[in-house]
C-alpha cells in the first residue's frame, strides 16, 4: 500500500469542505421534519457545495420520491438517506490507485498534466515521497521548460527528498527531457519514472500537441509506458475543473485524476461533479502545501468525513 489515510486524517483534511456541506445539510435537516421547502433548502446546499445542478437534483428527486412514499420522514434520516446514495454514486469507481501500485513493469511511468497553478509539481512531490516511504526508487523529470522557475521548483523538490532528477535547459524541448529521462530511468534500473509537465504554452492546441509527443516519446522508449497519465485538478476552481479535464481527456488518455487543494475549499462536492462528469476515477487528494498531505481518495471515508457530527467539532 503506497498511499494510506486514517480516518482522522481524511477529517482533518476535509475540515471545511466537511465543516461546510455537514454542517449546511445538518442545520438544513437535523431534528426538523422533512418539507418541500427543506428539500429545496437541501438542493441549494448541495448545490453551493459544488456537487453539481445534476447530481443536486438527482438526490433530491430520490429523497422526495422516499419523503412522498412515506418512508423518509424525519430530518436525521434524511441525512442517512443522502449519505447512502453519495456513497452509491461514488461507488462504482471507488477505491481505485494508482496504477503503479499494480504493475510490475519497471520503470513504471506516471505523467502529471493539467494547467498552470493547479498543483502539478507539488502532486509530483507527494506521489514522489509516499513511493520513497514504500521502499521504492524514483527518478522525477522537469519536462516543464517553459517557465524559468518551474526546473528549479522541482529541482528543490528532489534536494529535498532526496531523489533524483532529470532536467533539459529553460526553454528546451521538455519531449527531449522526458526521452533523456526514459533513457536514464532504464540505465539505472529506477522502479518509479514521475514526469512533470507545462501547464501552460502560447496556447492550448500546442501544449496538448507537446502532451501527446512527451507520450509517445515515453512510449517508444519504455513499452505500455505511461503506464499512469494523471490530470491534476484544482478542488477550489469548481466546475471550471471539469472544463480543463475535457480539454485533456480529448488529447490525452488519462486515467486518474489527483484533486488538489482539498483542504481549502468548502466545495468538495466537486468530487461527485466530477465523478458524474468523467469516466476516470479521483485516485488522489492534496490536502496541504508538504509532501505528506497526500490521501487516496475513498469514496466512503471522504462521505462519511463530509457528514461527520457537527462540523464545528473537526474545524481545524
Ligand atoms: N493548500 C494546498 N495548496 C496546494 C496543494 N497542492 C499545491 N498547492 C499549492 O498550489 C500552488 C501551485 O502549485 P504547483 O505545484 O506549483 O502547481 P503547478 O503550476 O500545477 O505545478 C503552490 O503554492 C502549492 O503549494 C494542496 O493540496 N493544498
Ligand atoms: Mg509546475
Redesign the pocket.
Known sequence: MIFKSAIDAVRRGLARTASAVGAGLRSALHGRRLDEATMNEVESQLIAADVGVHAARELVDSLRSEFRAGRVERGDDALEHLKKRMKARLAPRAGTTLEIAATTAKPAVVLVV?????????????IAQSIRASGRTVLLAAA?TY?AG?VA?LTVWAERLGVDIIRGSAGGDPAAVAFDAAEAAVARGVDVLLV?TA?RLHNEESLMRQLVKIREVLRRRIPGAPHETLL?L??TSGQNALVQAAAFQKAVDISGIFL?????TARGGVVIAIHDALSVPVKL?????TPE??QPFDADRFIDAVFASQGATISA
Open positions: 493539467g494547467v498552470n497553478g493547479v498543483g502539478k509539481t507539488t502532486s509530483v512531490a507527494k516543464d517557465r518551474a521548483q512533470d501547464g491534476v484544482d478542488a488538489a487543494k482539498m483542504d481549502g487528494i492534496g490536502v496541504g502545501e498531505d497526500v
